[in-house]
């Protein structure tokens, strides 16, 4: 008789494709996914470490989850992803009803760390970082999904130095996975019926550098763009000192890769970008945004703001609303800075800006991105755009969602009958967050009439 796996997931999409890992794994030893938690005999938490307050969270669910031990024997209860990375066994010693702890190299490694808990032999931690992208493949290629949307690592690491930044860590140095590993699975992936693709690295522009004879990311971009099917391709996350011009003219001339560009620049001050270790200038970083723009006109940027890094003054700060002003990104994500173990910055600087006036200057990044983004959206108002439809709208019962070519949330009538679909939306009205619309066809990719000739 199967047995049942239950998963859940913190923090960004890498850790999201993780655990589809975990299931596709698991499911060779007979495991079915269940959303049941209180039914299941593994539960295993998939971590994030990168900001604190996601990994308190992670203590609250382990807490949480410690009954289902009292009244289901031979329950096993697991930690893989960041958190189990940075803290490895500790955990055990922290958690007494833990049963195995995995990093984040170490997902081909469960089949076998749960027959140790079974047999009562150990309660195994696996945590060894590889150099061997072998790790990220295990034989087998993907064949489900859940709707027509993927995710797909292609590299896992980082080998910048950021100050503020765990990754390098818990994720290890830069590798990246063979090209035609990755074709294969996206091919796979597109044969069964995807049509939108998030191919996914901690730094992912930088594929295939330290790789003799490997692709580049624009010329991985470039073959990807070919596969029968597939629609859409969009990738994440970037850092600016990688975005080249290989990788700019990939955005003018590739017809499936979106028109959308998640950038992180953190700050507007140059001189918290130097103790933040980002290795680039705000006129460095605006150059390449300027080529990008120039080359592909209607592209959509979004980016991550920390505010309150340690030292931050109000004339740094001041900076960085400036820089948003000037940029006009369509979409932020914006943090209050918090130390994290084992960083340069948690060891070199003293966390010396006021909670109080972390949550203050946190509150007027977000109020003028809210106007900014509210002017953009507007602007799209008459206009139409190409949906793929996501599922059900929360707004009203008889609306559904999806995203636009540009990453912009579209909430438009129509019914479940919908959902993966492409539609061609015209946009009747904007909130800082969504576009609303009405559809006008379904499966019809809006003309270049309509939506403008790509440059």
């Known amino acids: 008789m199967p047995k049942k796996l239950f998963i859940q997931t913190h923090g960004c999409q890498m850790n999201q494709y993780d655990s589809e890992k975990i299931a596709q794994v698991l499911a060779r030893q007979d495991y079915v996914q269940t959303d049941r938690i209180d039914s299941a005999d593994v539960l295993l938490l998939n971590t994030c470490s990168v900001r604190d307050k996601a990994e308190q969270k992670v203590y609250s669910a382990l807490g949480s989850w410690k009954e289902f031990k009292t009244y289901r024997e031979g329950v096993i209860i697991g930690v893989g992803g960041c958190v189990a990375q940075q803290e490895g066994e500790n955990l055990l010693k922290r958690i007494p009803h833990l049963d195995l702890v995995f990093g984040t190299h170490n997902i081909h490694k ?9 047999s009562g032999r150990a309660r195994p931690v696996e945590t060894a970082f590889y150099r061997d992208p ?17 995710f797909v690592t292609i590299m896992q690491g980082c080998n910048k130095v950021c100050s503020f930044c765990i990754v390098p860590h818990v994720r290890g140095r830069e590798v990246s996975r063979p090209s035609e590993k990755i074709l294969a699975e996206i091919e796979s992936l597109a044969r069964h019926g995807v049509k939108e693709i998030m191919l996914l690295g901690q730094n992912v522009n930088s594929y295939g550098k330290l790789t003799v004879g490997e692709l580049s990311f624009a010329q991985l971009l470039a073959r990807v763009d070919q596969i029968d099917g597939l629609r859409r391709i969009r990738f994440t996350t970037s850092h600016p000192q990688d975005l080249s011009p290989e990788l700019i003219e990939a955005f003018a001339t590739l017809g499936n890769l979106c028109e959308h560009l998640h950038l ?11 103790r933040m270790r980002r290795g680039y200038s705000k006129a460095e970083y605006l150059d390449r945004l300027y080529r990008l723009k120039e080359r592909c006109p209607e592209v959509a940027l979004s980016s991550d703001i920390i505010v309150g890094f340690p030292g931050e003054t109000d004339a740094e700060f001041e900076a960085t609303l400036e820089l948003l002003r000037q940029v006009e990104y369509d979409d932020i994500y914006s943090f209050n800075y918090s130390p994290r173990p084992q960083t340069v910055s948690a060891k070199i600087y003293p966390d010396d800006v006021p909670l109080d006036v972390k949550k203050d200057r946190l509150k007027i990044v977000q109020t ?13 108002i008459g206009g139409y755009e190409e949906v793929l439809v996501d599922g059900m709208s ?54 270049s009439q309509q939506e403008g000739d790509r440059p």
């Not at 469960?110 to 079974?118: A, N």
């Not at 609306?399 to 009747?428: C, K, W």
């Open 110 to 118: 469960l089949p076998e760390m749960i027959e140790q808990v079974e």
């Open 368 to 380: 003028l991105q809210r106007e900014i983004s509210l002017a953009k959206n507007r602007q799209r």
């Open 394 to 447: 929360k707004l009203r019962a008889d609306q559904v969602m999806g995203r636009s070519r540009a990453n912009r949330i579209v909430n438009l009538t129509g019914s479940a009958t919908m959902i993966g679909e492409f539609v061609q939306v015209r946009i009747t009205g904007a909130t800082a967050n969504s576009l609303l619309g009405e559809p006008l066809c379904a499966n019809a990719a809006i003309s």
């Open 264 to 274: 992180p620049v953190q700050s507007g001050a140059d001189s918290v970008l130097t």
């Open 134 to 150: 072998a790790y990220m493949d295990d034989g087998e290629l993907r064949t489900q999904v859940d709707g027509v949307k993927a």
